[in-house]
């Protein structure tokens, strides 16, 4: 796998000052709209190890195959509720692009992240129009 340079995420950062921090386990997302765009570009990265452990356990699937066929154009974060540094729960509503099989598309959701240990987790989400 080829990592990226800048990270997919949109930060313009680079990937290994980002999200591969957070991948790598070397840091933990501080805030739910980081735990966000990490798992954007865990999808990515096809890294779908991070995705699940990030995942709430009450809502975690037992497996995860990432769909080779998509590959993922662009994030925009369009709002974000509570998930501050200090908060225990936020919401992040989100549009990434896609292209699959030569069709552009896009996951437009409100997602729902709360802590576990002390740890940010994606609990759920809502798919949007």
Partial sequence: MTLPRRCP???GLPYGECC???HSGTA????AEQLMRSRYSAFVV?????LLATWH???????LELDGDTRWTGLDVLATT????????GTVEFRA???RDRTRGAQHEDSRFTRVAGRW???DGVSLP
């Fill in 46 to 50: 096809g890294d779908p190890a991070y």
């Fill in 82 to 89: 509570g998930g501050a540094m200090l908060a225990v729960e």
């Fill in 97 to 99: 692009s896609y292209v």
């Fill in 28 to 31: 933990h997302a501080a805030t």
């Fill in 121 to 123: 987790v994606y609990l």
């Fill in 20 to 22: 591969g921090r957070l």
């Fill in 9 to 11: 995420c949109g930060t």
């Fill in 57 to 63: 356990p009450d809502t975690r699937p037992a497996d």
